[in-house]
């Protein structure tokens, strides 16, 4: 037997009106009856009718993300930023639809493909660019999205780190551990938060009276063998930093590798510290120290954002500014060159 909206109500004791409304999310429909309205629906295996959903409200009920594909697409920081994306895309009744895209040109494509087509309600843009043509499409297309950073394409929704207070916290830390000597493994010029968590390094250096040293600083795109690679470079310097901080944890992870390879003990002959706190961080050998930013509620608090903009609806806060946390663990640990 087909289940249908009826079959639904008539299980939860609710209206037709209200079993609609509740799953497609409106915010007249309570949590806990909407919830039940879901578990009801899933447990029945209800089937809505997206096509005839779609004819009336013009809607998909789809958002959608891109991907870059390259060592992004493994990276740790996506996988925990789109399950954000996707758990609470799933509480709203919305599907999520994924695209892996070479870098640049062909993820701008994408974005022009998935609006074109009408695919989407609205999309998510992570890791954004100095001046983002994604962003600038975005808005001149009118398209509902948030995006996870900001950029100097304007105005426009958006959930973002204070990243350049998080990397002031990671050089103060290390100055207190009596480094003086501390690298920088950049992440690529083109992201906004290369800019802004330098600064945050140079602010820190400043405040300890320390000097920028050209040589400390080197790019990588954001692997850990691009970390990997970066801190060998460093290491064999004629006078090699004492503490590496890397932009990303998982370059960071790769700049322990190469500190093992060379004989070094992390945390006692060499510190190293990351950002982000991605969950592996906390179970290297040894643990991390690094800069949290809670990617998997930033996802989730950017699709919540989104689907205001879907429906509407005004935003209380449509510029959000999270303050990092300092994670000190062992790896910037005991040593005092």
Partial sequence: MKVTLKTIAQEAGLSITTVSRALAGYDDVNEETRRRVIDIARRLGYQPNLAARHLRS???????????????????FFMELLSGVGRQAAEYG??????AQQPGEEELIAYRRMVASSRIDGVIVARVWKDDPRIAFLKEAQHPFVAFGRSNAGDYPYIDVDGLSGMRQLVRHLVERGHRH??????????VFTAVRYEGYTQGLAEAGIPVRQDYLVE?????????????????????????????????????????????????????????????????????????????DIGRRALDMLIRVIRHEPLEEPHVLINPQLIVRASTGGHSP
Avoid: W
């Avoid at 501390?182 to 992201?191: G, R, T, Y």
């Fill in 220 to 296: 990588a795109d954001l692997s850990q063998e691009g970390g990997c690679a970066a801190a060998h470079r460093l290491l064999t310097l004629p006078d090699p930093p004492t503490a590496i901080i890397a932009c990303n944890d998982t370059m960071a992870i790769g700049a322990m590798e190469a500190a093992r390879e060379r004989g070094l003990r992390v945390g006692r002959d060499l510190a190293i510290a990351g950002f982000d706190d991605i969950p592996l961080a906390a179970h290297t050998d040894p643990p991390l120290t690094t800069v949290r930013q809670p990617i998997y």
């Fill in 58 to 76: 013009k809607q998909t009920r789809t958002v959608g993300m891109v991907i870059p594909l390259t060592s992004y697409f493994s990276d740790p």
């Fill in 182 to 191: 501390i690298a920088l493994i950049l992440s690529p010029a083109n992201l």
């Fill in 94 to 99: 919305y599907d999520l639809l994924l695209s």
